[in-house]
T-cell receptor, first 113, second 115 residues
Framework: NAGVMQNPRHLVRRRGQEARLRCSPM?????VYWYRQLPEEGLKFMVY????????ESGMPKERFSAEFPKEGPSILRIQQVVRGDSAAYFC???????????FGPGTRLTVL | QQQVKQSPQSLIVQKGGISIINCAYE??????FPWYQQFPGKGPALLIA?????SEKKEGRFTISFNKSAKQFSLHIMDSQPGDSATYFC??????????????FGKGTKLSVIP
């Protein structure tokens, strides 16, 4: 019974490149959430998705960031033209329904050089 | 604006001692308060959670105390062990309604339990 899977676990990008972070929710979960954790900070909500729908992206920066959760395949968090300030750990969580416990993946640690 | 304030930032406790971490919240719509444990390089894992209809919840060596009028809640780890050394996050969210899925986290407490 695999938990939430995220890949890659570590990602290094140069300024201006694109970063793609992938998240496969737990089996039976159709709700996915992305959080960002800056050094020495708590996790901050970015976006909430269900299959093929973005429900709430209020925590996502307006530019360069996008997220999707297609009918087939993992959820993708995409960051275009990365800057040093994007360096952080990005965590994905999933739940069976919106009001249930969220289970977190191991995170992707993005470093922008 | 930080909606959940957590203290202390770091904590050193001797093995067998009691670790106490405090959180205070501002949003009165919050009515679910989980605590997460995070080891280095791992994602947060739910440790214990409480709803405001009770003032205390205990699971093994872990206890949450909740004070609704003061809008504060705390985690007590009894008989702390070196294996408890981790970063602990308090969090909060509404149960039901708008934003019920959106966890708001404190900044975390790094706990070190020394032998």
């Amino acid at each position: 019974n695999a938990g939430v899977m995220q890949n890659p676990r570590h990602l290094v990008r140069r300024r201006g490149q694109e970063a793609r972070l992938r998240c496969s929710p737990m089996k039976g979960h159709s709700h996915v959430y992305w959080y960002r954790q800056l050094p020495e900070e708590g996790l901050k909500f970015m976006v909430y998705l269900q299959k093929e729908n973005i429900i709430d992206e209020s925590g996502m920066p307006k530019e360069r960031f996008s997220a999707e959760f297609p009918k087939e395949g993992p959820s993708i968090l995409r960051i275009q033209q990365v800057v040093r300030g994007d360096s952080a750990a990005y965590f994905c969580a999933s739940s069976r329904v919106a009001d249930n416990e969220q289970f977190f993946g191991p995170g992707t640690r993005l470093t922008v050089l | 604006q930080q909606q959940v304030k957590q203290s202390p930032q770091s904590l050193i406790v001797q093995k067998g001692g009691i670790s106490i971490i405090n959180c205070a919240y501002e949003n009165t719509a919050f009515d679910y308060f989980p605590w997460y444990q995070q080891f280095p390089g791992k994602g947060p894992a739910l440790l214990i959670a409480i709803r405001p209809d009770v003032s205390e919840k205990k699971e093994g060596r872990f206890t949450i105390s909740f004070n609704k009028s003061a809008k504060q809640f705390s985690l007590h780890i009894m008989d702390s062990q070196p294996g408890d050394s981790a970063t602990y996050f308090c969090a909060a969210r509404p149960l039901g309604g708008a934003g019920s899925y959106q966890l708001t986290f404190g900044k975390g407490t790094k706990l070190s339990v020394i032998p």
